[in-house]
């Protein structure tokens, strides 16, 4: 039996890593990444679902069906829309487990419009600049807090 479900997001250019910038956001494809969450809810009992988007309206449907489907928390990289997506946060608004936000740069020591997250507004953490590493600690966090949970 599942321990709960959990929604990986990964938003716009994401599907690039790997071969975009790689000074910055590493090697790692979204691929290894996503295999290494699969095997690391596995082995907590959790299922997760990792789904990639360029664009803001498909991120805010996956959002959305989470709300319905009894996802208990979505971690999120919502790369660019980060700094501009009000209709994220709203959306991350309306969903009632836990969030998590994920970037593998830290945003902080990079462009002064990156410093500013309207998806910080909603997160119950926030995890920067540890790389590929940063979702795996993300995943961890929530795999903790819903142990004996119910969830």
Known sequence: MSQGK?????????????????????????E???NALHEQAAL????ITCRQ?????????FIQAAR?????????????????SVAILDALNAFDG?????????????????HHSY?????????AGLGSRGYASALAAVMAAG???GS
């Open 6 to 30: 959990v929604l990986v997001l990964h938003g716009p250019n994401l599907n690039l890593l790997g071969t975009r910038q790689p000074e910055i956001y590493g090697l790692e494809t979204l």
């Open 32 to 34: 290894d990444i996503n």
């Open 44 to 47: 907590g009992g959790w299922e």
């Open 53 to 61: 988007s360029n664009h803001e309206g498909e991120l805010i449907d």
């Open 68 to 84: 319905l489907d009894g996802t208990a928390a979505i971690i999120i990289n919502p790369a660019a829309y980060t700094h501009t």
């Open 98 to 114: 836990r969030v998590i936000e994920v970037h593998l740069s830290n945003v902080h020591k990079r462009e002064s419009f990156r």
């Open 119 to 127: 998806v910080s507004l909603r997160a119950d953490g926030v995890i």
């Open 147 to 149: 142990e004996g949970s």
